[in-house]
């Protein structure tokens, strides 16, 4: 984060209005931009939801646990959190 002076880049006026709320403390502007989700921008969240249907798919077609857990290198508990969450 970096900091910058209020009044090398706000207008007077507005710094003054400012300045009525808060005076010579750290104000934190946070960004107008919407908060991505989880995933989305590294494409992470896609890769695990393909995973995720996949097993799902295999243990309703048959596949054990055992075979699903050495396959995909998850322990049994995620799996059943996978299949059935």
Do not use: D, H
């Given at each position: 984060?970096?900091?910058?002076?209020?009044?090398?880049?706000?207008?007077?006026?507005l710094?003054?209005?400012?300045?009525?709320?808060?005076?010579?403390?750290?104000?934190?502007?946070?960004?107008?931009?919407?908060?991505?989700?989880?995933?989305?921008?590294?494409?992470?969240?896609?890769?695990?939801?393909?995973?995720?249907?996949?097993?799902?798919?295999?243990?309703?077609n048959?596949?054990?646990?055992?075979?699903?857990?050495?396959?995909?290198?998850?322990?049994?508990s995620?799996?059943k959190?996978?299949?059935?969450g």
């Open positions: 984060m970096k900091y910058i002076n209020a009044a090398e880049i706000l207008p007077e006026k710094l003054k209005e400012i300045q009525t709320y808060i005076n010579g403390c750290v104000l934190y502007i946070p960004k107008t931009s919407a908060k991505e989700e989880w995933g989305s921008v590294s494409g992470s969240r896609k890769f695990y939801q393909k995973r995720n249907k996949e097993i799902q798919f295999l243990f309703k048959g596949y054990s646990m055992e075979a699903l857990s050495k396959q995909y290198g998850l322990a049994q995620t799996l959190k996978i299949i059935y």
